[in-house]
């Protein structure tokens, strides 16, 4: 993928980056691409992310203007030893527990109705579709941080090994917490 | 109505989701340069504080301008150690969830002790202040007053200033000791979470 070669290059390059406050940067221009690239691709996964985490829409901006600011910043240090796609959710994880922190809310402060998703107008056939997703966004804002967590994680396709190595937890626990989390994530979707 | 919930289901839902979120509207390269400009404006001033003070120093100024002087700059001093320490984790970001939680509740702390230091010291300051007035108004000639242009009402409003600043910075402690609770809150739900 062009991508994948995009981020081989990176590695060479990165012997030529500037170090300001023990960071580093890639050319400007070079990091412009890396990031609109990865956005490109995985911006949705952000979103999902953003809205799992935080349900007022303002709120939602930040949050998502957080991410990718860490993942601008973030892009020139990226090893390969995790895909990509791993490596830009554990990225928007920890800002979104960063932002979470700074808002002392677990996106709860609104009521989850006020959650506008793309479709809910949506006279076709996908209609169905869309209040499923619908279902499942909100039954996940029900659920305590940790399992929305995982729980994001795990619905984005990630293995146990790479939600392990994003939560800095055991293979074994993803494993447990996993299980608990889909048994609540259950309840709250029935119960909606 | 409840519909029976099935997990690979759940996920392809999931995954087909593509919420409708704003256009990013702020520029990375412009937030990038923009964080570091307002760390190199600390240090420009921090800096620019050294040839002030050798004029200060060199030239026959009151002692007490002098003094003055010296807890202004401990001030910006320390207020630029505490601003570095606060943003560190802008290019310092934990790579792990459990490493996150982590650094929260050190930026939580960090900004306990600093709002601990702000009330300490300018509550010194205001005293400081206090006795400053105090001397000008009884102690310190009048040729001398007469050349400063020295007004009690300047010096009372510069007290006011500093009394709701020391309000300000309790609140600002109050609010990170809340935020501190819980952080180790969260941590303590994150790793119990398998119990």
């Given at each position: 993928?062009?991508?994948?070669s995009n981020f081989q290059q990176t590695s060479t390059i990165r012997h030529?980056?500037?170090?300001?406050?023990?960071?580093?940067?890639?050319s400007m221009n070079e990091q412009e691409r890396l990031f609109n690239d990865a956005w490109r691709q995985h911006h949705s996964?952000?979103?999902?992310?953003?809205?799992s985490y935080e349900a007022i829409p303002a709120l939602q901006e930040e949050l998502q203007q957080d991410i990718a600011f860490a993942i601008w910043r973030s892009l020139p240090r990226f090893n390969q030893?995790?895909?990509?796609?791993t490596y830009i959710l554990s990225i928007a994880h920890n800002r979104a527990i960063s932002h979470v922190a700074k808002h002392v809310r677990e996106g709860k402060s609104t009521s989850t109705e006020d959650v506008v998703l793309k479709g809910d107008d949506c006279p076709s056939g996908s209609l169905e579709a869309h209040r499923k997703q619908g279902r499942l966004v909100k039954g996940m804002q029900m659920l305590p941080l940790a399992q929305r967590q995982i729980l994001g994680l795990a619905l984005e396709g990630l293995s146990y090994d790479e939600i392990a190595e994003v939560l800095g937890i055991t293979v074994n626990n993803v494993g447990v917490r996993l299980n608990r989390a889909k048994k609540a994530l259950k309840q709250a979707v029935e119960s909606i | 109505m409840s519909e029976e919930f099935n997990w690979e289901e759940a996920k392809n839902d999931w995954q087909s989701h593509e919420p409708h979120l704003p256009e990013l509207k702020k520029n990375?390269?412009?937030?990038?340069?923009?964080?570091?400009l307002i760390l190199i404006i600390d240090i420009v001033i921090l800096i620019a504080m050294i040839p002030f003070a050798v004029y200060i120093f060199q030239t026959a100024e009151l002692l007490s301008v002098k003094?003055?002087?010296?807890?202004?700059?401990i001030v910006a001093l320390i207020g630029v150690y505490f601003d570095?320490?606060?943003?560190?984790?802008?290019?310092?970001m934990p790579s792990t969830t459990r490493g996150m939680y982590?650094?929260?509740?050190?930026?939580?702390?960090?900004?306990?002790?600093?709002?601990?230091?702000?009330?300490?010291?300018l509550s010194f300051f205001g005293f400081a202040l206090l006795a400053w007035a105090i001397y000008f108004e009884f102690f310190e000639d009048a040729a001398t007053i007469q050349k400063m242009e020295y007004s009690i009402f300047h010096h009372m409003l510069g007290l006011l200033v500093v009394v709701a600043s020391v309000f300000v910075s309790k609140w600002y402690g109050n609010r990170k000791r809340r935020a501190l609770k819980e952080a180790e809150l969260r941590l303590k739900e994150f790793d119990t979470a398998d119990l």
């Open positions: 993928m062009a991508l994948q030529y980056e500037l170090g300001i406050f023990g960071e580093n940067i890639t996964a952000v979103a999902r992310v953003v809205q030893k995790s895909s990509l796609k | 990375m390269r412009w937030l990038s340069m923009r964080m570091k003094v003055w002087f010296v807890l202004a700059f570095f320490y606060l943003r560190k984790d802008l290019w310092e982590l650094h929260v509740i050190k930026r939580e702390k960090a900004g306990i002790k600093l709002a601990r230091f702000a009330v300490i010291y």
